[in-house]
């Protein structure tokens, strides 16, 4: 993927605990003095689907490069499947599975 | 005591506070509704928020404020108070020039305006001289726009007080009473810290950054003492129209003023107020303006940050700092202190200007959005970037006023009470 439009998953300890008892730690990333947040890429595609199906959310293309203000109970459904498919490839899953309703 | 505001001119205090005397005076005038946002700046006015006006600007005012930055007797002056009307109120209420009117609020009488001069004002060239754009989708020049054709210019004196809601109540002074405040606390330093924002690690580096650089100069002994200290640092947050996704005002002012309650703040040196205003976004305009209201609150610096007021990419990150440095200073009596931006750097393993520390590739920014996802998400981020404390303000905050969002919804622009009501008089 050369441009990713990513969501970012912020993580706290208890979540962090078991991404590394899963063998999941090397997915998350350090930012603002050792927080942890799990980058799920997007495509430019699946990014301008996640819009249209949240139109809360909104893609911050100044600072941030990164899709923002997605409800925290759609996070969570993301950060689900990223911890049973064990990878970070599931927009495609999550958007199929948002589109069924 | 009579007090000074800005332009060295008396600070206006244009308010009936004698019931009795107030029912005299508004007995036989018409009246006539104020929207909120007129209401908001009538209450402004009559206070001494906007020292030394002492009503809607009339038309050669709005003219050299729009062209040169000024009212007509050279006192600096960067964004037009006005009063809009259309010709079909005109005529509803029977408005003419030389009539007092009432102006009401939730139903009830809430100030006298003399109606001195009925105008017209070219809004596009209004929008131009302010806001550098004629864009609409910049909100200052959406509300400039939004305005209806005709304007009335004249004094304004309030008759009813406004009642402020919790959790406000005790953060709403007048600008006499701020005055009033600081000699208590013996300040002679006061340094204003301009917010619309819920404080991470970053905005109080500012702040301590300010109060730093303006106290520098004054004997430390009084800083050993806990109650002695000469300097202060007043957040004066600004409480008015909201835009979904704002941080609602009643975290923004709880959170503000939880910094000094958990002590990283000393309780002799920090102070949380707020002022109705409702933010136009002018950039450096704003940042004159709100230089203005802080004189007129008698403070003596003004901290100014990176993109002071600004929306979108129409002003550069430190306009505003040029704009004020281009102010004799003669003509705005209260120091702006600019300040840098501060991040977090790994390196270091601590928060610092990034105009001092080298490791600038390694440097992580605090981006408000990147805070406001860490919030959404409900992770209590690390104490360096934000106060534990802090955060639990936000949340309850959240949950007590914000319909169980800490950022402005649909739900809370419709059912959120606003600030203050006016009462029967
Ligand atoms: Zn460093």
Redesign the pocket.
């Known amino acids: 993927m050369a441009e990713t439009y990513p969501i970012n998953i912020w993580i706290n300890e208890e979540r962090f605990n078991s991404l590394q008892n899963a063998g999941l730690g090397k997915l998350l990333k350090e930012e603002l003095a050792g927080m942890k947040v799990l980058i799920v890429p997007c495509t430019a595609e699946q990014r301008d689907k996640v819009l249209q199906l949240f139109p809360m959310a909104k893609y911050d293309a100044a600072t941030t490069k990164s899709i923002e203000l997605l409800p925290k109970k759609v996070k969570d459904q993301i950060y689900d499947m990223v911890v049973k498919k064990k990878s970070l490839d599931v927009m495609d899953d999550f958007i199929k599975l948002v589109e069924k309703g | 005591m009579q007090y000074t505001g800005h332009g060295g001119k008396p600070l206006v205090e244009r308010v009936i506070t004698d019931k009795a005397e107030a029912k005299k005076k508004i007995a036989g005038l018409k009246t006539m509704p104020a929207s909120r946002q007129m209401a908001t700046e009538a209450i402004g006015i009559a206070y001494g928020f906007f020292s030394p006006i002492e009503g809607f600007m009339k038309k050669a005012d709005v003219e050299t404020t729009c062209k040169k930055m000024e009212l007509t007797d050279g006192t600096i002056w960067s964004i037009p108070i006005v009063y809009d009307i259309s010709d079909a109120e005109i005529a509803q209420y029977g408005l003419k020039v030389g009539d007092s009117v009432l102006l009401t609020y939730d139903g009830n009488p809430l100030a006298i305006f003399d109606i001195e001069e009925i105008y017209t004002y070219d809004k596009e060239s209004m929008a131009q001289d302010v806001y550098g754009t004629k864009e609409e989708k910049h909100p200052g020049v959406k509300r400039t726009y939004n305005y209806k054709d005709k304007f009335l210019g004249g004094k304004i004196t309030l008759v009813n007080e406004p009642k402020v809601r919790e959790p406000f109540t005790p953060y709403f002074l007048t600008p006499r009473q701020h005055r009033q405040k600081f000699a208590e606390k013996n300040w002679i330093k006061i340094v204003a810290h301009q917010t619309r924002n819920v404080p991470h690690s970053g905005h109080e580096w500012l702040m301590k950054h300010a109060y730093i650089a303006a106290h520098g100069d004054s004997p430390v002994e009084q800083m050993e003492t806990m109650g002695k200290a000469i300097s202060g640092i007043l957040v004066n947050c600004i409480v008015g129209e909201k835009r979904v996704g704002d941080y609602i005002d009643e975290a923004i002012v709880l959170t503000q003023d939880e910094l000094r309650k958990s002590g990283y703040f000393r309780a002799d040196i920090h102070m949380v107020t707020m002022t109705f205003w409702d933010m136009r976004y002018a950039g450096p305009r704003e940042a004159v303006h709100h230089s203005i209201i802080r004189t007129n609150l008698g403070l003596t610096h003004h901290m100014f940050g990176r993109d002071h007021a600004g929306v979108g990419t129409y002003y550069h990150s430190y306009q505003a700092h040029h704009l004020l440095m281009s102010i004799p200073k003669e003509k705005l009596n209260i120091t702006p202190i600019y300040v840098l931006e501060w991040a977090y ?1 790994p ?2 393993g601590e928060v ?1 200007c990034i105009g001092l ?3 600038w590739k ?2 992580q920014k605090f981006s408000g959005t990147k805070i406001r996802s860490i919030i959404m998400d409900e992770v209590k981020p690390t104490r360096l970037i934000f106060r534990p404390e802090v955060f639990d303000v936000v949340m309850e905050a959240s949950k007590k006023y914000g319909f169980g969002s800490p950022f402005v919804t649909q739900e809370y622009l419709q059912k959120a009470k606003p600030a203050f009501s006016i009462e029967p008089l």
Do not use: A, P, V
Request: charged share 10%; aromatic share 0%.
């Open positions: 750097c390196h270091c610092t520390c080298g490791h390694e440097l």
